[in-house]
């Protein structure tokens, strides 16, 4: 058996995944994913230099090809210059588990590219959202100095709408053949949709579909008729499209900025920070407080404590497991 | 302009409410589900005499008459001389309106019954899970002495799961010719039924769905081979299975009781509600914080402050704020 290296501590992984060591940031993000309790003292690291970053959001229906549009985008980023990484929620159905490792392999032509840096994430229990994880290894990549930081994950409901709340951009990926833009709007993609990717371009129908998308759109976007979502074609076998989306991506940006919306997008982020953090401190599910926990639960379950003096008994732990410290 | 009357204090109407007033029961209702700064002075008070009833879990996809089999369940539970109140969350969508009103009115004819209580609730907003009013309700219906709470919802995947935490017995109701049942395990629905009905069972291919259902089970159910989980066919037209759901439902609890297990799922529950009395104390979107929340989030997206500092001080606010009372 070989022996594991001395565990360095999370303060010097930090200062060298932001001095640009790959393999201190791999570490990193390997903490951040599996060891929640170092999760404040990194964040807290990392939160001064954040906010550089231009967050994207790629969100879309299982095989419509997310990983190939970012795969494409990956080079377009790179062809001029910039940096992108990619944290990249895996759905852990076994169900599409074949066209995911697929994907993984697609993408991962380009991680071979420094400017490129791909992180994939278990998503362990689909019934609980996103990972809080996602947020944090975003963090840590747009800490790290990526020109563009993505978040690629399924689009599911309410998946897709926790992504809108960590992102500067959101792009839905569709393709030919998979239902009308009426059950997009039904589903609520189209009010966190900034951006359309028509993916497999390539395939009929395609045309139609970006049709369809821009006369429902014209119905939806009556008053706020500033910003003119586009829809992009695009197509991983043509090579067809990327520069568009990334030039849309772009404009996107720029617009959030002249139009002063930026800092209400940053605020956004900023509250689901803010609530991640809250639900950080409570730890009603760690070990910390795990002991307390368990009695304010026998406490309620046999009447002799209400669920708020449980909660208030809780919360005070947190306050002071802080001054403690 | 008629002039409303005075408005009563909360711990009056609890008295009233629980006195058997039914007029005050659903005032109180009214601003558990309206006003959500009383909930904290109302649970409290309702808290302590809540535990005694038999709360169930009604879920189904829309259409499968989840409502009639409540109504035909309410009915036999009246004709053993025991009372039932139901929280029934009306899915907004106007897409299953027509069907949901129709529910409604079929509902209301038992509902003529002193012992039978039912209580609609909004789903204001389909993204958020179950709104927190269905268990304040639920806990006040307890309180006021009903045999049994049923909470009636629609079978989306996240809000069965939240039912669950909130129930001693969940009953999943389907119909013949709505897909099979691996689809419901896929759906993570198996796992949560302790008792399954078939309804519409006068519809041809109800005997299949059950089989369907029972081979199914049989594969599922190897290491939790204790509670052989009921399937039960009911039909409100022919008025036939509701015995026999009442004595499933009756032989879960018992079942639960005897081995022990019943303190598993009041755990269960008490762990959601002082989950629930923690969100109600950070009170993150609430009038009282709100310049403060609005301070931290600016604070946040200005780097001044990293997000563990802002929730930091936004929990000391709240736990000063109750011992300021």
Redesign the interface.
Known sequence: MRRRGPVTNSEGLVEQALGGNLRALSRLATRLENDPDST?AI??KL??R??RAHVVGVTGAPGVGKSSVLDGLAREITSRGKSIAVVAVDPSSP?TGGATLGDRIRMSESALDPNVYVRSLASRDR?DGLAPAVADLAMLFDAAGYDYVAIETVGA??DQ?EVADLVHTTVLVQIPGTGDSVQLLKA?AMEIADIYVVNKSDLPGARRVSRDLRSTLSLVMQDEGVWDTPIVLTSRPEGTGFGKLLDAIDRHYSFLEDRGML?DR??R???S??????E???R?NDSVNASL?EE???G??D?AV???????R???R??QD?ERR
Chains 1, 2 share one sequence.
């Open positions: 404040e964040v807290s939160f001064p954040t906010g169900r019934h409901g309410q709408l609520g800092a940053r605020a982020i900023a509250r920070e803010l609530r991640r953090a809250v950080r401190r409570i009603l926990v304010l639960v026998r309620i379950a009447r209400t669920p708020d003096e449980a909660a208030q809780l919360l005070e947190a306050v802080v």
